[in-house]
C-alpha cells in the first residue's frame, strides 16, 4: 500500500472514531444568509468570519468533533488574532474539510428535481484545497419525493434520470478527491420535504443508495476510503403519521444493510431538517438497538441539529460568545454520546436547565 492509500485510510477511520462525528460547517453564502436573516443578524463576509470563528474556537470540541467541512470562503478566512482558521483546527485536533460540490441546479427534462454541479475544473481545486490543508471533501446530492403518493405514478419523481445523473457525479467526484488524496464523503440526501409515508421513504432511499454503489463501482471508488453521508428514512415532514424512533431506526438500518458494503468504514448521518431531539435520538437508537448488525462505524455529521442552538444564542452579538459556545459543545457532546449509543433523555433536561 502506497503513503497516498494509507493516509486515505488513516482520515477516513479518524473522521469515524468512537465517541466522535463531523461538524458540517459549509452553509454556502446563500444559505447562511437565509439562517442569519432569521434572526436579524447582518449579512456580511465579517459576520461570517465571526460566527466560523465561534465554532472554530469552541474550547474542547475535539472531544466530540473529528472533522468540520467548511466553505470556499471560510478554508480562507483567519480568526481576529489572524490565525487561519485550517492552522486553528489543525491545533485543535479536528481534520480540516472542504464543500467541493457547487450546488443542486435544475436538472432538464425534469421539472421539480435537481442535479448538484461541480466538476468541471474539480481537479485543479482539489489540488489546491489539500495543498491549503483539507484532508477530506463533500459533495451533496439533493432527491426530491414527489409530493403524494399519487403524485408517484404520475410524476415519476424521483426519476431514473435524476438518480443516475447524481449518482455519477458522486462517484466522479469521488474518484477525483481519492485521486488527489481527500477522502469523499457521499451525500445522497433524500430530502424530508412533502408528506411521503415513511415506507416512500425507504423505498426511494433504497433506489438512490442503488444507483450510488453502482457507480461508485464503475467510477472505480475505493470503499474502504470514502464516508457515506446519508439521509436516516423518515416520514415527510407533512406526513400526518409520523414514525416512531424505533421504526426510523429499523428502516433506517435496514435499507442500509441492503445497499452499503461492509469495506466502507463509516456512515455519518445529516441531519435533514429534524428536531436536534430527533436527530440525536434516531442515532442513539440505531446503535442500541441494532448497533451489532451495523459493520461499518455510524456516527453524525450535523450541521443544522448542532449548529442552530448556538446560532440561536449568538444572535450576531459577540458578547454572545460564550453562551453560544457553550450550547454548540452541548449539542456535539450530546451526539458524541448518541454515536456510542450512551444518549439519555435526561441529557436533553440538563442542557435545557443550564
Ligand atoms: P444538516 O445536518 O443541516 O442536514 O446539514 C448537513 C449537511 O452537510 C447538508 O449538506
Known sequence: MNTSDRELIATAQALVAPGKGILAMDESNATCARRFEKLGIPVTVERRRAYRELIITTPNLANFI??????????????QAGIPFVNLLQTAGIIPGIKLDLGAKD?????????????????????????MGARFAKWRAVITISQSERDAIDTDIPSETCLVANAHALARYAAL???????????????IDGQHSIERCYEVTDRTLQAVF??????????????????MVLAGEKCPIQASVE??????????RDNVPASVPGIAFLSGGQSNEHATAHLNAIHTQFGS???????????RAIQQPALDYWHGDDANIPAAQKRLYQRAKINGSASMGQYTPEMERSIAMV
Open 66 to 79: 473529528s472533522g468540520a467541512i467548511l466553505y470556499d470562503e471560510t478554508i480562507r478566512q483567519s480568526s
Open 107 to 131: 436538472l432538464p427534462g425534469c421539472p421539480g428535481e435537481k442535479v448538484t454541479e461541480g466538476l468541471d475544473g474539480l481537479g485543479d481545486r482539489i489540488a489546491e484545497y489539500y495543498q
Open 177 to 191: 478527491c481519492q485521486a488527489g488524496g481527500l477522502v469523499p464523503i457521499v451525500e445522497p440526501e433524500v430530502l
Open 214 to 231: 453502482a457507480q461508485l463501482r464503475l467510477n472505480r471508488v475505493e470503499l474502504d476510503k470514502m464516508i457515506l453521508k446519508p439521509s
Open 247 to 256: 421504526q426510523v431506526a429499523a428502516m433506517t438500518v435496514q435499507c442500509l
Open 293 to 303: 448488525q451495523c459493520p461499518w462505524a455510524v456516527t453524525f455529521s450535523y450541521a
